[in-house]
């Protein structure tokens, strides 16, 4: 299956750049385009990027002209110049995106405002995916069928080739380390769209499983509970942070304890996917504990804040 030409990466926070990385490095896309609203985040992120390259470079992994070539195939956009809120879509339209990856913050109004804007702006072959953790795809394509316009039904031909054109691309972190990709079709996903994030995922070099759209999808829904119980543990005394992260590590192997995980994923994302799983499913087993919700109001948001269940 051919590849996209033109990619459009949107949030350059550590999915985002560790997407656009393996899309220049593995998958060799001639044109990665990185989107943020915050232009202070990209110049962040792309020097972490540099920083991955270099240390490729350093081991032998990879030549001084690839690690070059790569990060020439990455084009920051710069939204400082943008007319209104959704400029940066019209941009990214005119580039001739062929396949986007939405990486930004878990929300469900921040990714519906995104694709109601791609769709108005992108042309009517993309691919427009989500990398979201548990918001429902089919929801995201009900969002791009409303951003064409009022006279566009989600039940006429056009609206039903764009909501076939929406999916799920689920990378786990850190990107360029983690072997997987979760591809989701929602409700009216096409087939041929299915193939082609498929396609993409693997030219990325990851393994590629699938899940139905349901919250947290296969892997958040095992993970998410997982970690909110050792939090509870946590919370109701039955062990230390340290003995709790101890046992999974040396008594079941895991790399991370459960609570150094959630700090690594970040504690307000851990929260957004656990409110997406309680209220998708109105199931007890999903309350997210309280103890998470207190520490993300005190701003303690993990290793991105340099504080959560441990200091960094
Ligand atoms: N970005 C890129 N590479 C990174 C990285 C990052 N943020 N953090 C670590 N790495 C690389 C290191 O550079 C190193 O590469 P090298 O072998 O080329 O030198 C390699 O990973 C190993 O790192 P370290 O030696 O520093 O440390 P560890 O051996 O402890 O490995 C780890 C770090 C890979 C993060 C490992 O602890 C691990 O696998 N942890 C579990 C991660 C996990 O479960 N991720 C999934 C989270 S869930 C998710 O993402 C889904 C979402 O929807 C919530």
């Known amino acids: 299956m051919a590849l996209p030409r033109t990619i459009s990466v949107i949030g350059a926070g550590q999915m985002g750049i560790g997407i656009a990385l393996v899309a220049s490095l593995r998958a060799r896309i001639p044109k990665v385009l990185l989107y943020d609203q915050n232009p202070a985040q990209i110049t962040k992120g792309l020097e972490f990027m540099d920083k991955l390259l270099a240390k490729d470079v350093s081991k032998g992994r990879i030549s001084e002209e690839d690690a070059k070539a790569t990060r020439e195939r990455i084009i920051s956009i710069n939204s400082s110049s943008a007319k209104d809120e959704y400029d940066w879509a019209r941009e990214l339209g005119e580039r001739g995106t062929e396949m986007v990856i939405e990486a930004a913050s878990e929300r469900v109004s921040i990714k519906e405002g995104i694709f109601r804007a791609l769709a108005r702006n992108l042309s009517n072959d993309a691919v427009l995916a989500s990398n979201t953790s548990s918001?429902?795809?089919?929801?995201?394509a009900g969002a791009a069928v409303d951003g064409l316009g009022k006279n566009v039904s989600r039940a006429s031909e056009e609206g039903k080739?764009?909501?076939?054109?929406?999916?799920?691309?689920?990378?786990?972190?850190?990107?360029?380390?983690?072997?997987?990709?979760?591809?989701?079709?929602?409700?009216?996903?096409?087939?041929?769209?299915?193939?082609?994030?498929?396609?993409?995922?693997?030219?990325?070099?990851?393994?590629?499983?699938?899940?139905?759209?349901?919250?947290?999808?296969?892997?958040?829904?095992?993970?998410?509970?997982?970690?909110?119980?050792?939090?509870?543990?946590?919370?109701?005394?039955?062990?230390?942070?340290?003995?709790?992260?101890?046992t999974l590590r040396l008594g079941m192997g895991h790399p991370m304890g459960p609570l150094q995980l959630a700090d690594f994923i970040g504690l307000d994302t851990c929260l957004a996917i656990q409110?997406?799983?309680?209220?998708?499913?109105?199931?007890?087993?999903?309350?997210?504990?309280?103890?998470?919700?207190?520490?993300?109001?005190?701003?303690?948001?993990?290793?991105?804040?340099?504080?959560?269940?441990?200091?960094y």
């Open 135 to 140: 918001i429902s795809i089919t929801k995201l």
């Open 161 to 246: 080739s764009c909501a076939g054109r929406v999916v799920g691309v689920h990378f786990f972190n850190p990107v360029p380390v983690m072997k997987l990709c979760e591809v989701i079709p929602g409700l009216q996903t096409s087939e041929a769209t299915l193939e082609r994030a498929k396609a993409f995922a693997a030219a990325c070099g990851k393994e590629v499983t699938t899940s139905k759209d349901v919250p947290g999808f296969v892997s958040n829904a095992l993970l998410m509970p997982f970690l909110n119980e050792a939090i509870m543990c946590l919370e109701s005394g039955t062990a230390t942070r340290d003995d709790i992260d101890k």
């Open 275 to 311: 409110e997406t799983l309680y209220e998708g499913t109105r199931d007890s087993k999903y309350r997210p504990s309280i103890l998470l919700g207190r520490m993300v109001d005190a701003g303690w948001l993990g290793k991105k804040s340099g504080k959560g269940f441990y200091d």
